[in-house]
């Protein structure tokens, strides 16, 4: 991913485009709202701490869970079953097999070998009844009815009048903070273009600029150019035109004008004037409002999801989020 060097320049205009929030506090009959405390990219780094803590724990409570429920339909307790089902079935080991793990593991058994090849039996039979007690958990658990309940942390982004691909209507919005100078946002691209071709209407894709201008000094020129593109229609031409151009350099601006067959005298003069110089910046400020210190960044329905991920793992988010908004259709 891209890392953003130091700040938003003191000079970049205020977003206008984060929701209020609610009231914190009033001084004299004027409102304070949670927003004006600019607290999301801390607290987002709390939450996702609190997520992580609640689901290792969770885990631990379901495997004890499941266990005892495959327990009970044979009237065992867990430990009886554990050892009907596994440990009884695990046969002793080969000395062959007791020998090759002493010298896997020689730091653990100080001594020869032959001193000591009973504590080394004794290890790997434990470590075979823990990894068939794993095994043994991971079959109980696929054919348990779990349903896990706990919310992923979210932010709000609200997309104001950023460039969409897609129906606001659709179930999943993916918004992503990006950078035309960035090598990882140009290796998303694809990706991004699979997962339109595969969910269709049932997802739509937002972009924001974030260009790191200490690192990538053509991303604001290139991001101003995508806005004037758009004003003839054409800002998803632009953008694609760019993202698959092979450098980035001024002249790359000009000549993905003509490529996607703008009005190159018209283009010229909307970038000349600066136009979309604020608006660009303000992007950028909002994405570090938001705890966004990289590129690409990515919130799915508000998840955030950072870097050039695998297909997978927008696979995993948005399959989630499509059945999540499918349950809340049938209640």
């Known amino acids: 991913m891209c890392i953003v060097v130091g700040l938003a320049p003191l000079g970049m205009a205020q977003s206008q485009v ?3 929030g609610p009231v914190v506090a009033v001084v004299d009959n004027v409102q304070i709202t949670e927003d004006e405390l600019k607290l999301e990219a801390q607290t987002l780094q709390l939450r996702r701490q609190e997520y992580e803590l609640k689901v290792r724990a969770l885990e631990n409570v379901l495997s004890r869970k499941v266990i005892e429920s495959a327990a009970a339909a044979k009237n065992l307790s867990a430990e009886e079953f554990l050892k009907l089902e596994v440990d009884s079935k695990i046969p002793d080991p080969a000395s062959a097999e007791v020998e090759g793990f002493y010298w896997g593991q020689k730091d653990k058994f100080p001594g020869r070998f032959e001193k000591v090849r009973d504590q080394v039996t004794q290890a790997l039979m434990r470590a075979k009844i823990q990894d068939g007690r794993q095994a043994l958990l991971q079959q109980l658990r696929q054919k348990a009815a779990v349903q896990v309940l706990i919310d992923l942390p979210r932010v709000t982004v609200d997309v ?15 918004i992503e903070f ?68 092979p450098v980035l350099i001024p002249e790359t601006l000009f000549e993905t004008a003509q490529q996607v067959q703008l009005d190159v005298e018209a283009f010229k003069t909307c970038t000349a004037s600066g136009k979309y110089k604020a608006p660009v910046e303000n992007s950028a400020l909002e994405a570090q409002q938001y705890g966004v210190n990289s590129t690409p960044s990515f919130f799915i329905n508000g998840i955030p999801l950072i870097g050039a991920q695998p297909i997978a793992a ?18």
Do not use: M
Not at 160 to 174: D, L, Q
Not at 191 to 218: G, T
Not at 318 to 326: K, M, Q, V
């Open 18 to 20: 984060r929701p209020k």
């Open 160 to 174: 104001g009048n950023a460039p969409r691909r897609g129906s606001p209507s659709a179930p999943v919005t993916i």
């Open 178 to 245: 990006s950078d035309y100078q960035c090598p990882y946002c140009r290796q998303t691209e694809p990706v991004l273009q699979q997962l339109s071709a595969k969910y269709a209407d049932r997802v739509s894709l937002v972009y924001k600029d974030f260009p790191l201008h200490n690192i990538h000094p053509n991303a604001q020129a290139a991001a101003e150019a995508a806005r004037c593109a758009g004003e003839q229609g054409k800002y998803w031409n632009y953008h694609d035109a760019l993202f698959a151009s």
């Open 314 to 331: 927008f696979e995993k988010l948005i399959d989630a989020e499509i059945e999540a908004s499918g349950s809340r259709t049938r209640q």
